[in-house]
């Protein structure tokens, strides 16, 4: 339970359940605990949210699906059949999301009983992709945008669009947590340590997941204030690691 241990003793007004999935997605449950509205993050597969739910005694009004994948949306048909649920996901997926209820876009918002979360537009795995911030809570769903130490494949999008995406999530608040789409954070470490060997910070933040992953434990979430620090993807105009994948002064070539 991320209330008891990886948020730690945090306020959370928003109560954030952790939901194993596939091989290694992650699916998010979120309530709101003065209303009890509760909406789930991309359902990869109904069957594990399902059970989390049960366990939780919670009932879903409304499922966000942050981009098209079906690692991310192929759980929504039997939750809403299940539990009457609404849809919501970006605007311009309407033709390879099927059957959502709401659509957005930047600067909208997504309400979860009293708790509104900003949308941003972030493409670049995706063409149509959204992240999704609730202040309230302090916690970001960036799908397979912007990963612990990483980011997604960029799938669809050009590097300008992918870069300018994750600008717009690092100027959150330091204590903004991610929660991302996947558990990718110990490939990611390693592919950061090689285009970024000297960056301590990343060092020690690569070895504190080691210690978890041996564990069984998940990285997820992060802190975006850690994350700004060691993940290179965030750090691609910084000029000591554009410095040292060649490209000194030019963020997007570096990126
Ligand atoms: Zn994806
Ligand atoms: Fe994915």
Known sequence: HLSDSAVGDMPMPLEIELVPALSDNYVYLIREPVSGAVAVVDPAEAAPVDIALLAKGWEPSLIINTH??????????????????KLVGPTSEKARIPGMDQTVREGDEITIGNERGMVFETPGHTKGHISV???????????????????????????????????????????????????????????????????AELKAQAAEIERKRAQGLPTVPARLGDDRKANPFLRADDPSLAASVGQPDNAIAAF
């Open 68 to 85: 098209h994948h079906g690692d991310h949306i192929d759980g929504n048909a039997e939750l809403i059949a299940k539990y009457g649920c």
């Open 133 to 199: 911030h609730f202040p309230g809570g302090n916690a970001l769903f960036a799908g397979d945008t912007l990963f612990v130490l990483g980011c997604g494949r960029m799938f669809e999008g050009t590097p300008e669009e992918f870069w300018t995406s994750l600008e717009k999530l690092r100027a959150l608040p330091d204590d903004t947590m991610i929660f991302c789409g996947h558990e990718y954070t110990q490939s990611n470490a390693k592919f950061a340590l090689s285009v970024d060997p000297n960056n």
